[in-house]
């Protein structure tokens, strides 16, 4: 038997088809042979043991900032996508404030060569195009272009579109291709000059800040928007109790929204930039525990679609300055499973099935990726031990940037490999 491996005894959760039990999975060149109680491995068949540990679609993050071209110093399409990897997530869908945007047919033919190309491409690079040229907000870029080259969705992230008139057009083009507009939710004048929450704490610190309202206002001029032209639309990195709300609310009402929640933003809250820590800073900035309870309820009931890291690597040297004028943001694929085990399924906000939704089935379906785990389909798998115990060492990350407020942090839940066109990868810090 060719190119053939088995997955031993793994719990395969796959909520697309309601599918949690215990299997072995056999994969010859890339497909799924056979899925059964137990499988005898063939004469040449790499094993890989997988009780206690969980097999799953494969996980995309569909928030992530490669920075290729144009920023390569902070990290490549190579150092993400193997980030990428080892953090457990067979995708990434990469954010356009690249230099230059991601705002014509040559740029995301670029992106998807580069990440072909990346550790042999188990990790498929997903690029999302700017919905205006050059991300200045000013006139709309080719949607047309951007969607038929491959773009999975259109965002000028890190940036919101301010202009309502232009969202409305960039709304009504994208939804005549079927594809997300996904909105950084700030209203600039609001946030102007801010660098945490508003609030007590900042205060406290002496620090400018971002109130809630600021992205609140945005989200809630978006969700009438998307009401009115009938378009999917994606709110990105929520972090506001008032956002929640907002985003409930517009479920009931059945519009076309969906939405996504980091790491950071359901583990910390503003108090942590007390340490004066510039890896404390990310925008939207770590709100107060008000917040962060309100999104793990939001989590707990599907108002919040996906988690996604807003993996935002700098380099050393750019964070090392005060705080006030650091860069925001922090890399997250590296911990990202990690602190979902440890913050939602070990607290019982999710259950195992519902992780594997916001990391897999959720927003494989709002890009237009979805995946079933099943005999005769290719086979694009994470597999994971929510038991696995570890400490974050950023010395060890794969990122060419290791900006991250989790050092030393004690977590369970960690990747153990991947699955994709037709490769294993395994990840080698993992001792279970």
């Known amino acids: 038997m060719s190119n053939a491996i088995l997955l031993q005894q793994g719990r395969l959760i796959d909520p697309s088809n309601g599918t949690d039990r215990v299997v072995d999975i ?24 997988c009780e206690g540990k969980v097999i799953a679609p494969g996980f995309v993050d569909m928030h992530v900032h490669l920075r290729e071209p144009g920023y390569e110093h902070k990290e490549t399409i190579a150092t993400g996508t193997l980030a990428a990897a080892y953090g457990g997530f067979t995708a990434v869908c990469c954010m356009p404030n690249t230099n230059p945007a991601i705002d014509d047919e040559s740029i995301v033919q670029f992106v998807q060569s580069q990440g072909k190309k990346s550790n042999h491409g188990i990790v498929d690079v997903f690029p999302v195009g700017a919905v205006t040229k050059g991300r200045d907000g000013k006139l709309m870029a080719p949607i047309s272009e951007l969607v038929q080259a491959g773009a999975v969705g259109l965002s000028d992230d890190g940036a919101p579109v301010h202009d309502a008139g232009i969202m409305r057009r960039a709304m009504e083009y994208a939804s005549m291709y ?22 007590e704490t900042a205060t406290r610190l002496g620090l400018p800040g971002i109130p809630n309202v600021a992205e609140e206002v945005m989200l809630a001029r978006d969700v009438m928007l998307a009401e009115f032209t009938r378009a999917r639309y994606h709110a990105a990195h929520v972090s506001t109790a008032g956002s929640v709300a907002l985003m409930r609310e517009a479920k009931r009402k ?28 990310m925008n939207p900035p770590l709100r107060t525990q008000a917040d962060v309870d309100a999104i793990k309820e939001g989590l707990r009931d599907g ?65 237009g990726k979805a995946i079933v785990v099943a005999e005769g389909q290719v086979a694009n798998l994470t597999v994971f031990d929510p038991s696995a115990q570890w400490t974050v ?36 810090h993992y001792s279970g």
């Open 254 to 281: 059945k519009i076309g929204v969906t939405c996504e929640v980091t790491p950071h933003h359901f583990t910390l809250t503003d108090k942590e930039v007390s340490s004066y820590d510039t890896n404390t800073k």
């Open 26 to 49: 056999l994969i010859e060149n890339g497909i799924i042979r056979t899925i059964g109680s137990r499988v005898e491995p063939q004469e040449g068949c790499e094993v890989l043991a």
């Open 178 to 199: 079927d594809v997300p507009i996904i909105q950084h939710c700030e209203d600039v004048p609001l946030a102007k000059g801010g660098v945490m929450n508003e609030g």
């Open 303 to 367: 108002t919040i679609d996906v988690i996604a890291t807003d993996h935002a690597p700098h380099s050393l040297d750019e964070k090392d300055v005060d705080y006030i004028q650091a860069p925001f943001g922090i890399v997250g694929l590296e911990t990202a499973i990690g602190l979902a085990v440890t913050e939602l399924v070990e607290t019982g906000v999710l259950t195992l099935t519902q992780l594997v939704e916001k990391f897999s089935t959720n927003p494989r379906k709002i890009i």
């Open 393 to 428: 060492d950023c010395a060890e990350f794969h990122s060419k940037s290791k900006n991250s407020p989790f050092n030393g942090a004690r977590l369970k839940g960690k990747s153990v490999a991947i699955f994709n066109h037709g490769r294993i990868f395994i990840n080698e």
